[in-house]
């Protein structure tokens, strides 16, 4: 059967691989994905041949990845984090009925808010909403109407593209939403390019989020009602303490 892995590979690559993802990246004969990803793999994989298209081009990547492996080779999609979470597997699969000859096996990989959080603490310790501010393929009244609900049932909420290169004003418009329903001083935090050179992260407060230096390549974290401050930490209780 011919193969195609749709590889997650961790916010960073290198360490925060997985074995699994791994052993499907030795086998691959050819990557294909953004280059900053393949990139990440070059130190562990540097003759892996890679077939590589600009940011925008997602779909042709798709049918890329797709004809390689329909030649015989097997291929790995690398992308950042893990691939179903604002990734490629949902497309490849979506694109994979055209190319039956090929076998397409999905990997997971340490997605943004899971790497992120552990850097700041445990602020995904109870329930938790993910919402990414891109509004390239998502209406943002959709996004609107999601970040109240969010707020609305006290998540704690993880924000993915909190920046965008066309739009600006993204983030401020999502706190002034957030606010709406929860505390100016609920714990917030960030996390800058986790797992690559120039790893950065800090908490402040909601009311002071919107001024912070948050760019393209950082995760951000809203707290619940009950996330706190412990020693430079950010923790969502897990409820433990007050039973
Ligand atoms: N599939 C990826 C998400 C891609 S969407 C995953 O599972 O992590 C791109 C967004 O993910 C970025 O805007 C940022 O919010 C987040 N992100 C991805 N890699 C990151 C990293 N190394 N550090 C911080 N945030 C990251």
């Known amino acids: 059967m011919k193969k195609l892995f749709v590889v997650g ?8 691989l997985t074995r699994e993802a791994e052993a499907a990246l030795d086998a691959a ?13 070059r130190p562990m994989w540097p003759d892996t041949p890679a077939l590589t298209t600009p940011m925008t081009r997602e779909l042709e990547r798709c049918h890329m990845a797709l004809e390689s492996a329909s030649k015989g080779r097997t291929t790995a999609m690398v992308c950042s984090g893990d691939a179903g979470v604002y990734g490629m597997a949902g497309p490849v699969l979506e694109l994979s009925p055209r190319y039956p000859e090929v076998e397409v096996e999905v990997l997971p990989g340490v997605t943004a808010a899971l790497g992120g959080a552990a850097l700041l603490g445990a602020p ?9 501010l891109s509004d390239l393929l998502t209406p943002w009244e959709t996004i609107e109407k999601r970040l109240r609900g969010a707020a609305l ?4 909420v ?3 593209n909190p920046v965008s290169r066309r739009r600006a004003g993204h983030l401020r418009r999502a ?7 929860k505390s100016p001083e609920t714990v917030c935090g960030w996390v800058k390019k986790i797992g690559r050179e120039g790893q950065e992260h800090r908490l402040c407060t ?10 393209m390549f ?3 974290f809203v707290g619940n009602s009950s996330t706190r401050a412990v020693g430079g930490r950010m923790v969502t209780p897990r409820g433990y303490e007050t039973k």
């Open 206 to 215: 909601l009311k002071e989020l919107s001024g912070e230096p948050v760019d």
């Open 9 to 16: 590979i961790g916010p960073g690559g290198g360490k925060g």
């Open 29 to 41: 004969e050819v990557f294909c994905g953004y280059p900053v990803y393949i990139g990440l793999l």
């Open 124 to 132: 995904l310790m109870n329930d938790f909403a993910v919402v990414s």
């Open 153 to 156: 049932a006290d998540f704690s």
């Open 175 to 181: 706190c002034e939403i957030l606010l709406e329903s």
């Open 158 to 160: 993880c924000l993915y």
């Open 218 to 220: 950082t995760t951000v």
